[in-house]
C-alpha cells in the first residue's frame, strides 16, 4: 500500500521560516508529479507547489519568492522550505504524488503562523 508520510509542520511567527519533508513508503514508483497544496481553515484544498520528475516547476502566485520544492528521485522524497511565513499560510499542508493517473495523498501536517 502506498503512503506518503509529511513531518516538518508546527507553529510559526509571521516572518519566520519552516521546511516540510515528505517520503513514500511502500512502492517503488517513481512519481511523475510530486508536489504540496494546502487547505487553509474554511476553505477549499489548493495547488502550492509541484515538482515533476524532469524538474519542471509550478508555484501558486501567493507563495512564489518565499516558498522552495524540492525533491530527491532516487528516494521518492520531496521537501518544501518555507521563508517569510505570513499568517495566511496557515493551513493544513498535503503531500501529493501523481503516477499512472492516480493522486496519492498523505494525511497532512499542520502549519500555523501567528504572533
Known amino acids: 500500500q502506498v503512503q506518503l508520510l509529511e513531518s516538518g509542520g508546527g507553529f510559526v511567527q509571521p516572518g519566520g521560516s519552516l521546511r516540510l519533508s515528505c517520503g513514500a513508503s511502500g512502492t517503488d514508483f517513481n512519481f511523475n508529479r510530486m508536489g504540496w497544496f494546502r487547505q487553509p481553515p474554511g476553505k477549499e484544498r489548493e495547488l502550492v507547489a509541484t515538482?515533476?520528475?524532469?524538474?519542471?516547476?509550478a508555484y501558486a502566485d501567493t507563495v512564489k519568492g518565499r516558498f522552495t520544492i524540492s525533491r530527491d528521485n532516487s528516494k521518492n522524497t520531496v521537501s518544501l522550505q518555507m521563508n517569510s511565513l505570513k499568517p495566511e499560510d496557515t493551513a493544513v499542508y498535503y503531500c501529493?504524488?501523481?503516477?499512472?493517473?492516480?493522486?496519492?495523498w498523505g494525511k497532512g501536517t499542520l502549519v500555523t503562523v501567528s504572533s
Open positions: 515538482l515533476t520528475r524532469g524538474g519542471n516547476t
Open positions: 501529493n504524488g501523481f503516477i499512472y493517473g492516480v493522486d496519492y
